[in-house]
């Protein structure tokens, strides 16, 4: 009996200007537009398996990293799941010799080969491979900001992993979230200098999940508010200029002043979330010291840290610099490139479907 199956793998995207609230909670419609670099897949990367068969017991099953996890029920690997079937009914209906592949049950697998839940943007890796395996199993039309629009659905930060090099997610206006989606700002050949260090501080899973963590922002912080306003908007369109330029200080100057925007609307949450810890803070001040011997003595900015949902560091630096940055690094902090392969270097996310059987 036929058995339809695709593979492919997806990058992790960090972000320069962060999405940090919701303004609808069932649709992931986000608060503020955000902007992010997608890392090469040939460092963190989710990788997915798609099955499907009419011969499947009934019900779709997911496992991550070898267990099992539970599909709820209205939750939001079901609403993405759900918006791909609808797809691919299109697809059945324009064609009568396809499979009627909408009405049997998925099996997906998926690996991450980095730590899970850890601020490493796990959950935007994750949820776009799951959204793009199964278009690949599908054999869907859509463009990928069409994809776009339903990877935002299971998480928001992974609509920007459908695409490589800097993309912005655009926060939309309509209430239906159709034009709440990612476009690329610029492809990664167009500035291949900037280069990405991660920096692991902690593999473990933190103790506040982004989606908790942001609805408690919402709910409890006035700071937010004027993030929101009056702090992200003119951001989107500097640094969306800077990277048309390759103008590297403006660009890390907008990053890390964003990082510590969102890190600090995380302290004015009620109670008040703490994703930095020491080392973290560490890590800021040997960054901003580089910067500042780099200011005084005629150049321009170096290096620019930015920090997720949790305590690890990603550094971006133009490649020029990056071996005296991983050195510093190393003098100061001995213990911190222990993961294998810190380095990441921006990539086209280049899923690679195994193709049908
Ligand atoms: P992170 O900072 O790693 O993105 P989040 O709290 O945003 O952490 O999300 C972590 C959650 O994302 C996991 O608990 C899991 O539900 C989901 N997730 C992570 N990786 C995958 C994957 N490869 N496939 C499906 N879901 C995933
Ligand atoms: C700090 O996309 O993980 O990494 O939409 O609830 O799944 P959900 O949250 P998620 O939040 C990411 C927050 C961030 C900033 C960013 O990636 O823009
Ligand atoms: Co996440």
Redesign the pocket.
């Known amino acids: 009996m036929a058995r339809y199956e695709a593979t492919v793998s997806a990058p992790v995207n960090i972000?320069c200007i962060?999405?940090?609230g919701k303004r609808n909670t069932a649709l992931?419609l986000p608060t503020n537009s955000?902007l992010?670099v997608t890392l090469s897949q040939d460092h963190l990367r989710s990788t997915t398996t798609s099955s499907t068969s009419q011969e499947y017991e009934q019900g779709d099953r997911l496992w991550l990293n070898g267990r099992e996890e539970e599909i709820s029920k209205g939750g939001r690997t079901e609403v993405c799941l759900a918006a791909l079937r609808q797809w691919r009914r299109e697809v059945e209906d324009k064609d009568s010799a396809a499979p009627k592949m909408s009405e049997w049950p998925l099996r997906i697998a998926s690996y991450n080969n980095f730590p899970t839940a850890a601020g490493l943007?796990s959950?935007?890796s994750g949820l776009a491979a799951l959204v793009y395996s199964i278009s690949q199993l599908y054999q869907l039309p859509q463009t990928p900001s069409q994809l776009s629009l339903i990877a935002r659905q299971g998480?928001?930060?992974?609509c920007r992993s459908l695409f490589g090099g800097f993309v912005a997610w655009e926060m939309g206006e309509r209430d239906d979230g159709a034009d709440s989606l990612a476009v690329q700002v610029a492809d990664r050949d167009h500035w291949p200098e900037i280069h990405a260090l991660i920096c692991v501080v902690s593999d473990a899973k933190k103790g506040t999940s982004?989606?908790s963590g942001?609805q408690k922002t919402v709910a409890t912080s006035t700071l937010l508010q004027h993030r929101i306003k009056h702090v992200v908007p003119p951001r989107m369109t500097e640094i969306s200029r800077a990277i048309t330029a390759k103008d590297f200080t403006t660009f890390a100057r907008l990053t890390m002043a964003d990082s510590n925007s969102?890190h600090a609307v995380c302290l004015d949450t009620s109670p008040p979330i703490f994703y930095l810890n020491d080392v973290s803070r560490a890590i800021i001040s040997v960054i901003e010291e580089l910067n500042r011997a780099a200011l005084a003595s005629g150049a321009g900015l170096v290096a620019a840290y930015t920090f997720?949902?949790g305590p690890n560091a990603v550094i971006y630096a133009l490649e020029k610099d990056m071996p005296m940055i991983v050195q510093t690094i190393n003098e100061f902090f001995p213990q911190s490139l222990d993961f294998p392969d810190p380095f990441g270097v921006l990539a086209q996310p280049s899923a690679r479907p195994e193709g049908f059987n």
């Open positions: 972000a962060k999405y940090w992931i955000s992010s943007a959950s935007a998480s928001g930060s992974a982004s989606t942001m969102f997720d949902a």
